[in-house]
Nanobody, 115 residues
Framework: QVQLVESGGGLVQAGGSLRLSCAAS????????MGWFRQAPGKQRELVAV???????NYADSVKVRFTISRDNAENTVYLQMNSLKPEDTAVYYC?????????WGQGTQVTVSS
């Protein structure tokens, strides 16, 4: 059984930084994609960033340049470094793992950016 455990959310002022981490455990194949989605109140869940096991990345236009996704394959861990945070980045951030066509989700971590 696959489990995703997130950490690193919190409250920060606009212009500040946060780093999210997500560790996957269980039967993890070497070929997979990990990343982050977010959901703000009253809005749909949206992709923030994703990184494949061979290092390819993709970002939402709204976070390009400000956010950086990375991963440690040996530890099955993905990170999201968020800089220059804006109030509109406020949301619950969900880690996800796409493995063999199946998608697994973390429990979510709240990120709140005050103006």
């Amino acid at each position: 059984q696959v489990q995703l455990v997130e950490s690193g959310g919190g409250l920060v002022q606009a212009g500040g930084s946060l780093r999210l981490s997500c560790a996957a455990s269980g039967s993890i194949f070497s070929k997979n994609a990990m990343g982050w989605f977010r959901q703000a109140p009253g809005k749909q869940r949206e992709l923030v960033a994703v990184v494949t096991s061979d290092g390819r990345t993709n970002y939402a236009d709204s976070v390009k340049v400000r956010f950086t996704i990375s991963r440690d394959n040996a530890e099955n861990t993905v990170y999201l470094q968020m800089n220059s945070l804006k109030p509109e980045d406020t949301a619950v951030y969900y880690c996800y793992l796409n493995l063999g066509g199946l998608t697994y989700w973390g429990q979510g971590t709240q990120v709140t950016v005050s103006s």
